[in-house]
C-alpha cells in the first residue's frame, strides 16, 4: 500500500512538472512567433524596396534610350517615373533636367540641376548645366554665382574660370577677363583660352601679345580654322598683309567652308587691290552661306567700285534684308542710289544709317539732303 501511495505522488509530481514545461515551451514559443513575424515583416519590405529600386532603375534605362533617340518628352516621362519610385534617384534629377534644357522647358530645368545639386552638393556639373541656362538668358551675374562656386568646390577647375573669363569679356571687363583666362591657362592650358586672351589683348590693341597666345592656341590644336583666321586679323591690323593672307589661305585650307576666312581674304584682295580675287571669295563666301550680310555688303562695295551700280545696290538690299540693322549697308547703298540718282532714296538711306549710328551719314544728310 506503501509503495503504491508514493509511485502516485512520484507520478503526480512528475506530472506537474511536465505541465510545467509545457508552459513555459509555450512562452517560449510565442516569442519566436513574434519575432519570426517581425523579420517576416522586414524582409517583405526590404523586398518590396528592392522591387521599387528595380522598377525605377528600368524606368530610368528606358529614359535613357528615349534620351539617346532624341525623345526628349518619351524621356522625362520615364525619369519622372523613376523619380516616383525614388525620390532621392540624383542621375534621373539630372538626366531630366538635361531634357527640359533640350525642349527650352529652363525653369523645370533649373529646378532639376537646383535639385540634383542639393542631394549631392559635390555634384559640379549640375551648376555648370545650370550656369549654361542662366547665361541663354542674360543672366550673367546668377551663372557668375555658380562658376564662383564651382571654384570654391574645386579651385583647379579651370573650364570655371574660363567660363568667368568669357562672361567678363562680353560685359567689357577685359582686364578681369584676362586674369581669368590667366588662371584658367595656368591649371590647365587650352586653345579656347588662349585664343579668348588674345581676343583681349587685340581689344586693348596689344598685337605682339595678342599674336603670341594665338600661336600658342595654335600649337595646342593646329586643326581649329578659326585661330589662323584671328591670327590673320592682328597682321592686317600691324600691316603685315603677306603674313595676313597666308593664315587667311590656311584657315581655308583646314575648313573648306569657312566663309568669314574667305570673306576677310576677299576683304584683304580688295585692299590689295586685286579685285577678281576679292570677288571670288565673296562669291565663295555668299555660296556657302546665303545669309551672309557682310559677304554681300563687302561685294556690292566691289561692284559700286566696278561703277556696277544696280548690282551693287541688288547686293546691299540682300545684306539689309538679312540684317535690318545692318547700318553700314544703308550707307553705302544710299551712295550707289545717289549715282543712279535716286536722291530721295538716298537721303532715306542716309538717315537710317545716322539713326543706327553711322556718324558718317550725317555729313552726307548735311551735304546733300538738308
Not at 542621375?91 to 533636367?97: E, K, L
Amino acid at each position: 500500500m506503501k509503495k503504491h501511495i508514493f509511485f502516485f505522488i512520484f507520478c503526480l509530481g512528475f506530472a506537474n512538472l511536465s505541465i510545467s514545461q509545457d508552459t513555459d515551451s509555450l512562452l517560449i514559443d510565442r516569442t519566436l512567433n513574434n519575432q519570426e513575424t517581425n523579420f517576416q515583416d522586414s524582409i517583405a519590405n526590404f523586398n518590396l524596396q528592392q522591387k521599387s529600386l528595380k522598377l525605377s532603375r528600368d524606368a530610368y534605362n528606358k529614359g535613357i534610350e528615349s534620351f539617346e533617340l532624341n525623345n526628349f518628352i518619351e524621356a522625362i516621362h520615364s525619369f519622372s517615373k523613376a523619380i516616383g519610385m525614388d525620390s532621392s534617384f540624383i542621375a534621373a534629377y539630372f538626366n531630366r533636367g538635361v531634357c527640359y534644357s533640350q525642349i527650352s522647358d529652363y525653369d523645370n530645368a533649373i529646378a532639376d540641376f537646383s535639385l540634383t545639386f542639393f542631394l549631392d552638393n559635390s555634384h559640379i556639373l549640375s551648376l555648370f548645366k545650370r550656369a549654361e541656362i542662366y547665361r541663354n538668358q542674360h543672366k550673367n551675374n546668377l551663372a557668375l554665382t555658380d562658376y564662383k562656386w564651382i571654384i570654391e568646390i574645386d579651385d583647379k577647375n579651370y573650364k570655371a574660370y574660363y567660363e568667368q573669363g568669357v562672361i567678363l569679356f562680353l560685359q567689357n571687363n577685359i582686364e578681369e577677363a584676362i586674369k581669368l583666362y590667366s588662371k584658367s591657362i595656368d591649371i590647365k592650358p587650352t586653345a579656347n583660352a588662349y585664343n579668348d586672351r588674345a581676343s583681349c589683348y587685340r581689344n586693348l590693341q596689344q598685337y605682339e601679345k595678342a599674336i603670341s597666345d594665338y600661336k600658342n592656341a595654335i600649337l595646342l590644336d593646329e586643326t581649329l580654322a578659326f585661330l589662323y583666321n584671328n591670327l590673320a586679323g592682328i597682321y592686317r591690323l600691324t600691316d603685315d598683309g603677306e603674313k595676313a593672307m597666308n593664315n587667311y589661305t590656311i584657315a581655308i585650307t583646314k575648313n573648306p567652308d569657312y566663309e568669314i576666312a574667305y570673306n576677310n581674304r576677299g576683304r584683304l584682295y580688295f585692299e590689295l587691290k586685286d579685285y577678281t580675287s576679292a570677288a571670288s571669295d565673296f562669291d565663295k563666301a555668299i555660296t556657302i552661306n546665303s545669309d551672309y550680310a557682310l559677304a554681300y555688303n563687302n561685294r556690292g562695295i566691289l561692284h559700286h567700285k566696278n561703277k556696277n551700280y544696280i548690282s551693287a545696290i541688288a547686293d546691299f538690299d540682300k545684306a539689309i534684308l538679312v540684317d535690318e540693322n545692318y547700318g553700314k549697308a544703308y550707307l553705302n547703298r544710299a551712295v550707289s542710289r545717289q549715282m543712279e540718282r535716286n536722291e530721295d532714296g538716298a537721303c532715306a538711306d542716309w538717315q537710317k544709317a545716322f539713326d543706327l549710328g553711322i556718324e558718317l551719314a550725317k555729313k552726307y544728310l548735311i551735304n546733300d539732303c538738308y
